[in-house]
């Protein structure tokens, strides 16, 4: 297809086959009520018949079931599984994927997601929305979740060049900004960026739950303001995406939280030794790399 | 007076003399607004006369001058300084300040203010509210900044009953939740839910701050999403304010720093020895401990 003939795909979807989605938690079915919104056949798959009913419901697709051949007349398939769900995928979804259709995934970790996929399928692009909410699981998908949010790719030589663009379009089409990066890159800057500060505020958490003072606690917690919420939201979010992250993320995760380590001991170097001045170049740096990194973030 | 012509007081303003606010940043231009949509009389105090032409234009109190004068009639002042200057007062404000008058502070650290200022002044009462934004300055004050949000005092056996309960009575007036406490325990709590957010934060932005590569810099900065916001916004807050947090909590943000770090080298080496299982339980008990701690909060 021309980049012409996919973008009149994407603009008229009706005319194109089916979009199909394999998990409708948040990822999935935000994009299952993205994508019907948008005039799109949705097939979404759910692993659990407790689950169908909830989809169903919420009707975050058309066609819903717990039975994968629901993909068979599919021209684009999503993976929005767990992350080590996306990385050990089941033969039995394996086969039920055609070889025709193109097929991209979810995960926040890419190198051993491409590195499984290229093996798997000729038509795989390695991509993931930057989106999140605190919500997890069926009742957790809703519109607009990927308005303004990076869409990152990261293809590489193998990658089928028509199946990327297709990917883009769509992207696109629901509101995501596109990005492409090499995946170990992408690693890199989401161990710093997005899976550290899952750990550093899990570590705040747990030093507030550790206390052996119950009236600290207490008190702790009748103070606890903005501050304290803002800071120590994504330590309190879905734990099996935390252990996924540092799972399949591992090296990086690591190196991040070396470096930070040495920061978090060099802040109480400075604090020990008085050294004000000190202490307030390095805040008024923090405070400009803030406004650096923000910048048009709406959730400033 | 009684509790009931106390009562009485605040809520028929107009029959009382003025409140002054020696300051009119974030907390006291603020207060300035919300004390005059009650129906009190407000003197503000600032200290430039650059700023004095802006807090007019905003009409944060009723007199604006940088004359401490204006303070003489009023019964209740709140000294709206920087944490710094609450500490270290000139002598200039002090002999401005009636002996009659209730006076109170807004500094977030409570033992050395009160040590200074129950010396100071026989009716002191030192307290402060829990809230915050990232704005500073004359521009900062805004209404409904108290709203639904602590308002901590700590009285000892020096305190002024009356003056306390007078303090009490316009904090609830105002909206906020009133939390009397240990000057101690105070420090101690708001060391670990308000004090180390920020430097915890701060210490991400430098993580990132320091990357030798550029183009990872410039990857994350694009990646970066909520996540990343949430967790470093604090860090990149005012820089005088987290500067007077550590000189002035410095014991308790140590303890609270050196508890933390302890956190951070255990959820490494859970990482290094791939105790997914241990790592997994450490997050289900971060997110239980957060919606413990965030009950009922907005912001959440």
Known sequence: MSKEQIQYMIEQPTKSRCIGIVGLGLIGGSLGLELQSRGW????????????KRAKERKLANVISTNLEILNDCQIIFIALPLDKIINPSNHLINSLPKSAVITDVGSVKSPVVKTWQNLHPRFVGSHPMAGSAEEGVNAGELGLFNQRPWVATPNSKTDIEALEIIHQIAISIGSEWITTDANKHDEAVALISHLPVFISAALLKTLGNLESKSINQLAKSLASSGF???SRVGG??????????????????????????????LERKIQLSSWEQLQIDLEFTKQLRSDFIKGNQSN
């Open 41 to 52: 056949e949705v097939h979404g798959v759910v692993h659990r018949s407790a689950t169908l």
């Open 229 to 231: 919420s803002d800071t």
């Open 237 to 266: 979010g879905n734990p099996n995406l935390g252990k996924a992250m540092a799972q399949n993320n591992t090296k990086e995760i690591l190196k991040a939280l070396n470096s930070y380590r040495k920061n978090i001991e060099d």
